[in-house]
């Protein structure tokens, strides 16, 4: 595991290190605890310095990445119904990537997709719903932790 000497030396270390958290995340027993949860936003702030990383990743690779912990996240879900700490877990990773997805993504994948710059309505509905869905999710589950 890593441990917060030579983090910047080493920050290849960062997906083994959140594979072997999958790992946890994956059981029924340890997808609760909120140390393992916790570790792996320790990880994304202080190993892969999400802050900066995001100036350092294309769109598609954040997308991607994005949508690996969003699946995590729902797999966790099935084993336990009210995961208190996934769910928190989903709120920060949230508001972490929306910022970047609504400034940078979009744009990206309206270059991308569609070069002419007629992007179907279609794609844009599912980007609004999506996200949409998304703040939506956030907001029930903090309104209920209350």
């Known amino acids: 595991m890593i441990t917060r000497f030579g983090i910047s030396a080493h920050p290849e270390l960062s997906d083994d290190e959140l594979d072997f958290l999958n790992i946890f ?25 999400i802050d900066n990383w995001f100036l350092k990743q294309n769109s598609t690779s954040l997308l991607s990445r994005y949508f690996s912990e969003h699946t995590l996240i729902s797999s966790s879900n099935i084993l336990h119904e009210r995961n208190y700490t996934a769910l928190k877990y989903k709120s920060w990773l949230f508001l972490k990537f929306a910022p970047f997805f609504i400034e940078q993504a979009l744009p990206y994948f309206q270059n991308q997709i569609c070069p002419s710059n007629t992007i179907s309505s279609v794609f844009e509905d599912d980007c609004y719903r999506f996200w949409n869905s998304e703040f939506a999710f956030i907001k029930n589950s903090s309104i209920s932790d209350t």
């Open 25 to 49: 995340i994956k059981s029924p027993k340890a997808c609760k605890s909120s140390v393992v949860w916790y570790h792996r936003e320790w990880v994304f702030k202080n190993v892969l310095q």
